[in-house]
């Protein structure tokens, strides 16, 4: 697929009906970025790229083999436009002013319901925050660490969402499906923390960060272990 390619299928995918759209938009295709939505497309989901430069987007995009599942928007209103409802927001940029500022942009665009994932990493304090401006809306908010690195955001991550709990049935699917798996086969992926639970979140976090690089299965191990704290 080349650059005016991609250009033409962000056009295309505005035009899509809520049945007809994409499944997620990713926002930020650094490396982590790029990696989360080439294993969202490997499972199946049609992801739509979007960046602030549109060069490193219609880079991205214009290095894909045909028939790959992931177009590119050269605007957030394209983004948002071709999504189906209720929309799914992933952002992949630098933790801090970055998120706020993206956030800013996407709400006056969205519906109630819709979701913004911040992957991030972001302070639970910001997430608290984040949390409780975007409920004042309608809109839900989940911030999820992602644990393992690049390698493990192309093969198998171990996401840690948390936030508002309504948002959990909207994105579980997703994330279990692209998660590492035990050797039984369960995925290491589950809801860490509902909003009134953002301190706890944070300390969750903060531990796992430690373990970041570990095997995914100790991962999942530990993550129930603090979960039913």
């Known amino acids: 697929m080349n650059a005016s390619n991609a250009a033409g299928t962000a056009a295309g995918t505005a035009g899509a009906s809520p049945q007809d ?21 490997d499972h199946g989901y049609h992801v739509i790229a979007c960046n602030r430069t549109v060069e490193k987007m219609t880079g991205f995009v214009d290095g894909l083999p045909e028939g790959t599942s992931i177009s590119g928007a050269e605007t957030v209103e394209a983004l948002v436009e ?3 409802r209720p929309r799914k927001i992933m952002l992949m940029v630098q933790a801090g002013g970055a998120v706020d500022a993206v956030i800013a942009q996407l709400v006056p665009l969205l519906d109630a319901g819709d979701v913004i994932i911040d992957g991030g990493n972001s302070k639970f304090t910001d997430s608290q925050r984040r949390a409780d401006a975007l409920a004042e809306g309608g809109l839900l908010y989940a911030g999820t660490g992602v644990s393992g690195g690049e390698e493990g955001a192309r093969h198998g991550p171990s996401p840690m969402p948390g936030g508002h709990i309504a948002a959990w049935p909207l994105i579980r699917e997703m994330f279990q499906a692209i998660a590492a798996k035990t050797a039984a086969g369960e995925p290491c992926c589950d809801w860490f923390a509902n909003r009134v639970h953002a301190a706890q979140d944070g300390w969750r ?3 796992a960060a430690g ?19």
């Open 211 to 229: 373990v970041t690089h570990g095997q995914p299965g100790v991962q999942h191990r530990l993550r129930r272990l603090i979960r039913d704290a």
């Open 21 to 41: 759209g994409a499944d997620v938009g990713v926002i930020g295709p650094a490396v982590m970025g790029r990696n989360l939505m080439l294993n969202m497309a």
């Open 82 to 84: 071709g999504l189906s």
């Open 205 to 207: 976090r903060t531990l």
